[in-house]
Nanobody, 114 residues
Framework: QVQLVESGGGLVQAGGSLRLSCAASGGTFSIRSMGWYRQAPGNERELVAT???????NYADSVKGRFTISRDNAKNTVYLQMNSLTPEDTAVYYCNTVTATWSWGQGTQVTVSS
């Protein structure tokens, strides 16, 4: 069973930056397209960024130009660099495959103050 462990969240002021990490234990990480998701209180979980096994990326319009997803297959880790954060980015952030194949991790809380 693959375990996903997200880290790097915290409290930041609007305009600030954070870098999230997600480490996957076991599984076929290197051949999977991976994604970062987020869920704000009262909202559905949404996919905000994806990276293919070869490094091609896609972003939701709400984060395009501010967030950058990347991966290190040698470390079974996917990253999310978040810049120019706004209070609307406040959410719990999760990683998973783009088809949510694996069990969800605990997520990492990102809180952006105005």
């Amino acid at each position: 069973q693959v375990q996903l462990v997200e880290s790097g969240g915290g409290l930041v002021q609007a305009g600030g930056s954070l870098r999230l990490s997600c480490a996957a234990s076991g599984g076929t990480f290197s051949i999977r397209s991976m994604g970062w998701y987020r869920q704000a209180p009262g909202n559905e979980r949404e996919l905000v960024a994806t990276v293919s096994s070869h490094g091609s990326t896609n972003y939701a319009d709400s984060v395009k130009g501010r967030f950058t997803i990347s991966r290190d297959n040698a470390k079974n880790t996917v990253y999310l660099q978040m810049n120019s954060l706004t209070p609307e980015d406040t959410a719990v952030y999760y990683c998973n495959t783009v088809t949510a194949t694996w069990s969800w991790g605990q997520g990492t809380q990102v809180t952006v103050s105005s």
